[in-house]
């Protein structure tokens, strides 16, 4: 069976994206997804062993990728992830930014070094992969290949609403909307079409990352209130259809939520 016949569509053929956080969850979904859409993806993340098992699965279905093991928060290595990427494939049209960490807990009790560690990811490394890709994807949408690029980063549904323990991390989805607008106000009108998308909660990795006892409590209140999560793939089919639309087309905001959460 061909490529061809596999394929979703071929509305990505000759593009390339750059996925972060591609290791597990909602990135690793984006990027097997993309690449069926017959985008070339590059997957970002710290743990290599990961990316090489998804860089196979994806070419193994006949797509292409490259792993590019990188810590975001690190401005050399987000920016050297970017430079890879360009001097591989020659171009770059799409980035989604959707590495993060969620640490919760009361402003009054919460470590200080969980917020530093959130606002790396959730803000620095976002901005620090923007930075390097935005004149590769400016020169991308004047390519006659789509004449259109993309940015999506990914905040949260805490990126629209603060609860009691999540301060902290409503304050870095709650900057990643606001840098996401004005961005967009800046180089839309050049066809670099810039999106947010606002997941409410998926069954990710997200909060494991929290002391057990926080996670217990997150998974505990999830199953009183919330019988069916979203899945990744749910979150990835929202992020294909944002950069498959029309170059006519640009979704500035998606608000993705279970149907027992919204």
């Not at 979904?29 to 994806?58: C, F, Q, S």
């Not at 998974?219 to 919330?226: G, M, R, W, Y």
């Amino acid at each position: 069976m061909t490529r061809t016949d596999t394929m979703i569509d071929s509305k990505l053929a000759g593009t390339v994206a750059i996925v972060t956080g591609a290791s597990s969850g909602i990135g690793n979904a984006t990027a097997r997804l993309l690449a069926e859409h017959g985008a070339t993806v590059a997957v970002v993340a710290r743990r290599k062993d990961r990316l090489d098992a998804l860089v196979d699965a994806i070419t193994t279905s006949d797509g292409t990728a490259l792993a590019v093991e990188a810590d975001v928060t690190d401005r050399t290595q987000a920016e050297h992830a970017v430079n890879t990427v360009v001097d591989r494939f020659g171009r770059l049209d799409i980035l989604v930014n959707n590495a993060g960490l969620m640490l919760l807990g009361t402003v009054l009790d919460q470590d200080v070094d969980d917020w530093e560690r959130m606002i790396a990811i959730n803000q620095r490394g976002l901005l620090y992969m923007t930075k390097a890709a935005l004149p590769h994807l400016l020169a991308a949408a004047e390519d006659p290949l789509r004449g259109v690029a993309d940015v999506v980063n990914i905040s949260s549904i805490a990126g629209r609403q603060a609860w009691p323990k999540f301060a902290a991390y409503n304050m870095t989805k709650f900057g990643v909307n606001g840098f996401t607008e004005a961005l967009r106000q800046e180089v839309t009108q050049k066809h670099v079409r810039v999106g947010v998308l606002e997941p409410g909660a998926v069954a990710t990795e997200l909060k494991s990352h929290n002391s057990s006892e926080v996670e217990q409590e997150l998974l505990a209140s999830e199953a009183e209130n919330i019988p069916q999560l979203l899945e990744p793939e749910d979150i990835a089919e929202s992020i294909a259809f944002m950069v498959t639309r029309p170059r006519r087309s640009s979704i500035a905001e998606l608000w993705a939520m279970p149907t027992a959460q919204a």
